[in-house]
């Protein structure tokens, strides 16, 4: 079975100040990991996806997101948030071993103030 | 490309009557979802095809909901008949399927409103 946790419902960050979104993942083998974003009225865009490799993956936008086996996490990152990264932020992962369809977490809404 | 297509954008409908929304996927991708977004149970599957076929329609919420996909190039989704309950937003994706792991692109949406 496969699972995925976005442990906070909203993040709150004042631009110019570095952002992180959570997200941590259940797997019996080996995961393939996704971010994407959610723009008010539009649908989910793709970010970034960890395969494997680098833990460090860099995406769209300027986000990036690190990949530890260990504690189970894939957390979104962006060193200097901008008002504009305000949305809905989605973490999904899916067993390489396993379903071919992935699992979403359930959201995680980043507000950045200006 | 124009990306996922999606229509409409958006239903007003009363309930008990026949709802169809309808997608274009990206040619040449061979795997298809719909899903549906709600505040309160966020992002759910709604079905899965594969090469046309339906693989996994486990998140179907029962017998009112239908969905086909007749050719590579075009999908249904069919709520028959409607309820208030139904109201939330349908979304279509396509990816490219080989066995890794394939990057999902979502339609804009049907915002469905069922009175």
């Known amino acids: 079975a496969q699972s995925v946790a976005q442990p906070e419902d909203q993040v709150n960050v004042a631009e110019g100040n570095p952002l992180t979104v959570k997200c941590t993942y259940s797997?019996?083998?080996?995961?393939?990991l996704f971010w994407y974003v959610q723009y008010p009225n539009r649908g989910l865009q793709f970010l970034l996806k960890y395969i494997t490799g680098d833990n460090l993956v860099k995406g769209s936008y300027g986000f990036e997101a690190e990949f530890n086996k260990s504690q189970t996490s894939f957390h979104l990152k962006k060193p200097s948030a901008l008002v504009s990264d305000s949305a809905l932020y989605f973490c999904a992962v899916r067993d390489a071993g396993g379903s071919y369809i992935p699992t979403f977490g359930r959201g995680t809404s980043l507000i950045v103030h200006p | 490309d124009a990306g996922v297509i999606q229509s409409p954008r958006h239903e007003v409908t009363e309930m008990g009557q026949e709802v169809t929304l309808r997608c274009k996927p990206i040619s040449g991708h061979n795997s298809l979802f719909w899903y549906r977004q709600t505040m309160m149970r966020g992002l759910e599957l709604l079905i899965y095809?594969?090469?046309?076929?339906?693989?996994?329609d486990s998140g179907m919420p029962e017998d009112r909901f239908s969905a086909k996909m007749p050719n590579a190039s075009f999908s249904t989704l069919k709520i028959q008949p409607s309820e208030p309950r139904d109201s939330a937003v349908y979304f279509c994706a396509s990816s490219f399927f080989e066995g890794g792991a394939e990057t999902q692109y979502f339609g804009p949406g049907t915002r469905l409103l069922v009175l």
């Open positions: 095809f594969n090469n046309n076929v339906p693989i996994d």
């Open positions: 797997v019996s083998g080996n995961p393939y």
